[in-house]
């Protein structure tokens, strides 16, 4: 994820200016570190923004994480050239 990224995400999320170029010097400075990143959102008084949901991953606390019947099955493509039948 790009320095541009991370601020647009932030941006969206409503992280203020003076918080956002907090967070972006952090980023800068030390690295990108997400988890540390949602701690300081927290402790500025923002909801988590980098989280499970937010980059697609699984999340293994979901109550559907394993579950058989959530899963959702892939449809095959349909082939776009003709097939000739002999």
């Given at each position: 994820?790009?320095?541009?990224?991370i601020e647009?995400?932030?941006?969206?999320?409503?992280?203020g200016k003076?918080?956002?170029?907090?967070?972006?010097?952090?980023?800068?400075?030390?690295?990108?570190?997400?988890?540390?990143?949602?701690?300081?959102?927290?402790?500025?008084g923002y909801?988590?923004?980098?989280?499970?949901?937010?980059?697609?991953?699984?999340?293994?606390?979901?109550?559907?994480?394993?579950?058989?019947?959530?899963?959702?099955?892939?449809?095959?493509?349909?082939?776009?050239?003709?097939?000739?039948?002999?």
């Open positions: 994820m790009t320095f541009q990224e647009f995400a932030l941006k969206v999320n409503g992280v003076e918080d956002m170029q907090t967070l972006m010097d952090y980023c800068r400075t030390k690295g990108t570190d997400y988890p540390k990143l949602d701690e300081m959102l927290v402790g500025m909801d988590k923004v980098f989280t499970d949901e937010f980059f697609g991953w699984a999340d293994a606390d979901d109550e559907y994480y394993d579950d058989d019947d959530y899963d959702h099955e892939y449809l095959e493509r349909t082939p776009h050239k003709h097939k000739w039948d002999d």
